[in-house]
């Protein structure tokens, strides 16, 4: 059966350049569960979103290796689509909870909790040049996340994550890594990771962080 595949790119930078590129099945029901891995890899993108049910937002992501219980910018993505497409929901429903979805001006934004984050290593660095130089994990770290500050007044970091781990040599930008290094350092950060993207995050005094960016989407084609 044919289905109909979205690709955006979450968390823009300026001038809508990078960001990671998301797919996403709207008639998610219309791919069999057990088929989704496969055409996740197919696809090779770091995510693959699949929408089970657009009225109260339930969707199910992957990556190229594994089932995800919830990401970052799948999230983002998925709810700016769904506004996009005159199917607006106030949350979505993943594996790992209930998660509000709002828009300011012309980011998108979701509300996720820290423990949702799967396990990963953040190292701070000395500088983003050296974050820049980072050529692949260190020994025996299957998911990575260097940064280091940009502006520390400011709250701006420079950052990458590699996580071969999950499939992904590395992620463009990774909301889930956000709403981590978030908490980790308990401060709002503007986070400018990969070849360009960007991402805000905002620390709520209940733990929980608010993560936004900019989306675009590049093309809708059949799939299968």
Not at 162 to 169: G, N, R, T
């Amino acid at each position: 059966m044919t289905s109909t595949l979205h690709v955006l790119r979450v968390f823009v930078g300026p001038n809508g350049e990078q960001g990671n590129p998301l797919g996403v099945f709207l008639d998610g029901t219309a791919i069999a569960a057990a088929d989704r891995l496969a055409v996740a890899a197919d696809l090779g993108f770091s995510e693959t979103v699949f929408v089970d049910d657009a009225r109260t937002g339930r969707i199910r992501i992957f990556t190229p290796g594994l089932e995800l219980p919830f990401a970052g910018h799948p999230t983002v993505g998925t709810a700016w689509l769904l506004a996009a497409v005159g199917m607006p929901v106030e949350t979505l429903r993943v594996l790992s909870g209930v998660i509000p979805t709002w828009s300011e001006g012309d980011r998108r934004w979701i509300r996720a909790r820290p423990e949702w984050v799967f396990a990963m290593t953040t190292s701070e660095l000395g500088s983003p040049a050296e974050v820049e130089a980072v050529t692949g994990p260190p020994p025996g770290e299957t998911s990575w996340y260097p940064w280091a500050w940009i502006d520390r007044g400011a709250g701006t970091i420079r950052s990458r994550f590699l996580a071969p781990e999950v499939a992904i040599p590395e992620d463009e930008a990774t909301g889930a890594a956000a709403v981590l290094i978030t908490a980790r350092l308990g401060r709002d950060l503007e986070i400018h990771q990969g070849r360009g993207s960007r991402l805000s995050t905002r620390l709520r005094s209940d733990g929980s962080v608010d993560l936004g960016g900019q989306v675009v989407l590049d093309e809708t084609r059949p799939y299968g």
